[in-house]
T-cell receptor
Framework: ETGVTQTPRHLVMGMTNKKSLKCEQHLGHNAMYWYKQSAKKPLELMFVYNFKEQTENNSVPSRFSPECPNSSHLFLHLHTLQPEDSALYLC???????????????FGNGTRLTVT | AQKVTQAQTEISVVEKEDVTLDCVYETRDTTYYLFWYKQPPSGELVFLIRRNSFDEQNEISGRYSWNFQKSTSSFNFTITASQVVDSAVYFC????????????WGLGTSLAVNP
């Protein structure tokens, strides 16, 4: 069983809907990430939180809004998405702090998002 | 610029065959890290190995082995006596050392091991 849990596993939403993706980790990590995985493209880093502080926003459109209330939980709020936003959204966690900048990532199973 | 190339898009083998997945990287950094991850059909990427640029020793873990060659900027992954459960997409990734949590990912190699 993965130490990183994502819900829902699948989500279909219209372009005018508002929805949220949830991620929870039970590994005691302090860094959390959102990645987007699309076919035939490298994994795209979207956001990074380190000790609840956002340290990376990789030029992500404002229709994606992350929230990290504590080191164990991460949300991705979605609104007015476009069909090209359909993808697998992966959450990951790792050890936090500068010393562990390159520590391995632990991923969740992802949320398969379809925007109609 | 940093880049990771996994030239093999798809590989299909028969069970018990050995298979090597290629990874070639580009970086101007002298200190960096290389990773391999496995993504089975269930979706989550599973960490397999991390290697830093100063450690060129090859590594073996059960049926898995990794060959790191700085001279050719390659970090290849070999599965010996492949099994059906090895079927997955395998990703190679590169990270800069220091204050950076970004990984540069390859496009992945989809491995199908057939019975």
């Amino acid at each position: 069983e993965t130490g990183v849990t994502q819900t829902p596993r699948h989500l279909v939403m219209g372009m005018t809907n508002k929805k949220s993706l949830k991620c929870e980790q039970h590994l005691g990590h302090n860094a959390m990430y959102w990645y987007k995985q699309s076919a035939k493209k490298p994994l795209e880093l979207m956001f990074v939180y380190n000790f609840k502080e956002q340290t990376e926003n990789n030029s992500v459109p404002s229709r994606f809004s992350p929230e990290c209330p504590n080191s164990s939980h991460l949300f991705l709020h979605l609104h007015t998405l476009q069909p090209e936003d359909s993808a697998l959204y992966l959450c990951a966690s790792s050890q936090g702090g500068r010393v562990h900048n390159n520590s391995p990532l632990h991923f969740g199973n992802g949320t398969r998002l379809t925007v109609t | 610029a940093q880049k990771v190339t996994q030239a093999q898009t798809e590989i299909s083998v028969v069970e018990k065959e050995d298979v090597t997945l290629d990874c070639v990287y580009e970086t101007r950094d002298t200190t960096y890290y290389l990773f391999w991850y496995k993504q089975p059909p269930s979706g989550e990427l599973v960490f397999l190995i991390r290697r830093n640029s100063f450690d060129e020793q090859n590594e073996i873990s059960g049926r898995y082995s990794w060959n790191f060659q700085k001279s050719t900027s390659s970090f290849n992954f070999t599965i010996t006596a492949s099994q059906v459960v090895d079927s997955a997409v395998y990703f190679c990734a590169l990270a800069r050392a220091g204050n950076n949590r970004k990984l540069i990912w390859g496009l992945g190699t989809s491995l199908a091991v057939n019975p």
